[in-house]
């Protein structure tokens, strides 16, 4: 079946404009993660949704970001006033529950210029 | 919180030699310890799990043993080919999170 979606695959922007991007889990998969991957370091954990509410959002770096699953499928992470520092490939995971093993998206590479 | 050490951070083989990335963890409660292949540009995916209750666990040419009590865990590839060159994470979960804690990464190169 198909896996984990995301898009945009890359993203450019300019320092202080806002950006969205966008996760499809696996179908009927419930739990649904964040990571943010900077290069050369392993993925570190943003934001876990089981359903449609936000259960862990403690990886969040400021408020500048904010993730949404309204519906319980369909993700997607929002970072107002980006900054240089955001650069990095975000990656979305998603599993059958939440102590199940997590099924990795091919990432969106977002670039503030 | 959990604490994940990897190592090394780069690994360079000749084909066909066998090729060891060892990590380390600091919560004893964590039983759940999966490996993630990522190649360039693409996703990390997952190529073998392992939980607390074993020892051992074997995949054709990739195994990863456990050791409880000194708290760290190895992936072991035999036969390496050109085609294993990638980055390889470790990761770390309790039991009752949802979170692994992840490495920083070993890039493997297999030399044809």
């Known amino acids: 079946g198909a896996g984990v979606s995301q898009t945009p695959s890359n993203k450019v922007t300019e320092k202080g404009k806002y950006v969205e991007l966008r996760c499809d889990p696996i179908?009927?998969?419930?739990?649904l993660y964040w990571y943010r991957q900077s290069l050369g370091q392993g993925p570190e954990f943003l934001i876990y949704?089981?359903?449609?509410?936000?259960?862990?959002d403690s990886g969040l770096p400021n408020d500048r970001f904010f993730a949404v699953r309204p519906e319980g499928s369909v993700s997607t992470l929002k970072i107002q006033r980006t900054e240089r520092g955001d650069s990095a490939v975000y990656l979305c995971?998603?599993?059958?529950?939440?102590?199940?093993?997590?099924?990795f998206g091919p990432g969106t590479r977002l670039l503030v210029l | 919180g959990e604490n994940v050490e990897q190592h090394p951070s780069t690994l360079s083989v000749q084909e066909g030699d066998s090729a060891v990335i060892k990590c380390t963890y600091s919560?004893?409660?964590?039983?759940?310890f999966p490996w993630y292949k990522q190649e360039l540009g693409k996703r990390p995916q997952l190529i073998i799990d392992?939980?607390?209750?074993?020892g051992e666990k074997k995949d054709q040419r990739i195994a990863v043993t456990l050791n409880k009590t000194a708290k760290h865990f190895s992936l072991h590839i035999t036969e390496t080919q050109p085609e294993d060159s990638a980055v390889y994470f470790c990761?770390?979960?309790?039991?009752?999170?949802?979170?692994?804690?992840f490495g920083r990464g070993t890039s493997l190169i297999v030399h044809p």
């Open positions: 995971a998603s599993s059958l529950g939440a102590e199940e093993t997590q099924y």
């Open positions: 179908s009927g998969h419930t739990a």
């Open positions: 949704f089981q359903g449609t509410g936000a259960a862990d």
């Open positions: 919560d004893s409660a964590s039983n759940y």
């Open positions: 392992i939980r607390s209750n074993v």
């Open positions: 990761a770390a979960k309790t039991g009752g999170s949802y979170i692994p804690t």
